[in-house]
């Protein structure tokens, strides 16, 4: 399996992106897919994910800002992400699990596949 995010760069503070992942090479069928961040001198952290089955989680400091979804014709998951703070700068890394729980528990140690991550960097 593989992970290719897209569609990081520079934004100013309040601005949007998109970010997109495919995954390639899955088998088995749909699984979860959600995202990690990584800001400058922090820990790893959860993002979102979205399940098989649609159902979605979402880290407190971007809920009501950040919305993920997936098309599973197009194995591609994407993440919207409005009214983007400079504190929002990471680098997104897209992953894959059977389900959503080890992004909900934040265990990144638990995660199966990782993407190789995008930067998103806010300008005040």
């Known amino acids: 399996v593989q992970l290719v995010e897209s569609g990081g760069g520079l934004v100013q503070t309040g601005g949007s992106l998109r970010l997109s992942c495919v995954v390639f090479?899955?088998?088995?069928?749909?699984?979860?897919v959600g995202w990690f961040r990584q800001g400058p001198g922090k820990e790893r952290t959860a993002v979102s994910c979205?399940?098989?089955?649609?159902?979605?989680i979402y880290a407190d400091s971007v809920k009501g800002r950040f919305t993920i979804s997936r098309d599973n014709n197009k194995n591609t998951a994407y993440l919207q992400m409005n009214s983007l703070k400079p504190e929002d700068t990471a680098v997104y890394y897209c992953?894959?699990?059977?389900?959503?729980?080890?992004?909900?528990?934040?265990?990144?140690?638990?995660?199966?596949?990782w993407g190789k991550g995008t930067l998103v960097t806010v300008s005040s």
């Open positions: 979205i399940s098989k089955g649609g159902s979605i």
């Open positions: 992953v894959r699990d059977s389900d959503c729980t080890t992004v909900a528990l934040d265990w990144r140690d638990g995660i199966e596949y």
């Open positions: 090479r899955s088998v088995g069928g749909p699984k979860a």
